[in-house]
């Protein structure tokens, strides 16, 4: 392939991919008798209509940055982390916990609140690394059950110690809020807080340890030929649990924010919130690239919350909307096809001059 064209298809296949989702899932909507352009109208008001419609979808985006992050800085090492939703959980314990029992001054209270659930999630995560690196246990076999064991701990801890009068915990402190008065008032009172900034950030700071330091390179090259690696002199099993450490880190600060931001408790949960495995989706759509994966959370983020004025204003089901998220995700995955397809157009538009 023409070096010069992999930056432009980099672009273009995501975009084609989308395009492609939202064109099969008007014709889908077209098949079960619902009205694609009034539903695409919906959802669009849906996020753009208002200040106060751009600042809830900036709040749903806000997790899925961290977690497509957490699941992309983990694909680019070599491992599969699909516990982001128990590491997502993990640290909304750990910063519930701080946040109810500690007290500290405002601002600091929450700085902690977010520094200890990092480290809970980290050290969460470095479980599967250690047993994936020390006895060669798959570490999405091990994701998938801590998500469980995170679930029903989170659950115990929360109705055994930090429980109110109801079938939740108590509040936050307000020291320990993450809450921002001058963000929400510039968007009409949306629960935008902190956290947006927080995870741009971290993207930030993502992207420039994979691929601006030795640390970031090491953890690469360990992912992508770990014999290679080895024979080059680098601590493969070190690399290994730091690379699930950081992942769950980040997964971790996602979910202190959500809790310090949003919502300012914790339920008792029966099931699973599904952020963590949204991050997933969002990690491939954006390429396993930090940047990329900001736009793929505005993305999933704005066509979740779009979803419910589909729903509202032109009573389609959301369900439909999760498809037309899953068809995006399909031709995203499905890369070859949309490249064959662009270079069928491409020699179409050369024999045409």
Known sequence: MDKTMRPFQAFTVPVVAVVLGLVVGAVLMLILGYNPFNGYVAMFQGIFGSLYNIGETLRMVTPLIFTGLAVAFAFRTGLFNIGVEGQFMIGQL?????????????????????????????????????????????????????????LYTSNYVISHFLKSETERSKD??????????????????????????????????AYWLLFKTVLGYELRAVGFNPHAAEYAGMNVSRNIVLSMAISGMIAAAGGACETLGVYGYMSIAA????????????????????????????????????SNNMQMVENIPTEIIRVVMALIIFFVAAGGFVKWLLGVFRRRQEVQK
């Open 271 to 306: 099931g699973f919130s599904g952020i963590g495995f949204d991050g997933i989706a969002v990690a491939l759509i954006g390429a396993n690239n930090p940047f990329g994966v900001i736009l793929s959370a505005l993305l999933f983020g704005g066509l979740t919350y779009g």
């Open 172 to 205: 936050i402190l307000p020291t320990a809020s993450l809450k921002a008065p001058l963000l929400s008032v510039m968007f009409d009172n949306a629960r935008i807080h902190w956290g947006i900034l927080i995870s741009l950030l971290f993207a930030v700071i």
């Open 94 to 150: 750990a910063a519930l916990y701080v946040g109810i029992m500690w007290k500290l001054p405002t601002g600091i209270h929450a700085a902690v609140a977010l520094l200890a659930a990092m480290i809970a999630g980290g050290l969460w995560a470095a479980i599967a690394g250690f047993l994936k690196a020390r006895m060669r246990i798959h570490e999405v076999i091990t994701t998938i059950m801590l998500n469980y064991i995170a």
